[in-house]
């Protein structure tokens, strides 16, 4: 099971924290993902880590001002969104695959955390 938090409101130009805290399986194994979904829009990739947190991948949109992480010994995966802007507002989801490495299809992705939104303001 995966547990997403961290989203609030937030003045363009802030910054915000997720967090995606794991239970019941290997986390260590797993590469993670986050997704966000605005609405009237289709599910997008944010960000993808490998197991070991030594692969990363960004959406162009994010490049330079998110980074993504995780500590496998608090099975905890981050998103550290930094210079949000209002086209960032969305409902953002973390997800787990049982592939190792850097994994950008939501296709691959087993499990879903269930959503928090971050919603950012003019």
């Given amino acids: 099971q995966l547990q997403a938090s961290g989203g609030g409101l ?4 802030g910054s ?17 993902g986050w997704f966000r979904q605005a ?3 289709e599910r997008e990739i944010v960000s993808s880590i490998n197991w070991s947190g030594g692969r990363t991948f960004y959406a162009d949109s994010v490049k330079g001002r998110f ?4 500590d496998n010994a608090k099975n905890t995966a981050y998103l550290q969104m930094n210079s949000l802007r209002p086209e960032d507002t969305a409902v953002y989801y973390c997800a ?3 592939m190792a490495g ?19 303001s003019s």
């Fill in 39 to 41: 609405p009237g829009k």
């Fill in 96 to 98: 787990a695959t049982r």
């Fill in 102 to 120: 850097v994994v950008v299809s939501s296709h691959e992705y087993d499990s879903w955390g269930q959503g928090t939104q971050v919603t950012v």
């Fill in 10 to 13: 937030v003045q363009a130009g």
């Fill in 16 to 32: 915000l924290r997720l967090s995606c805290a794991a239970s019941g399986g290997t986390f260590s194994r797993y590469a993670m």
């Fill in 67 to 70: 980074t993504v992480s995780r």
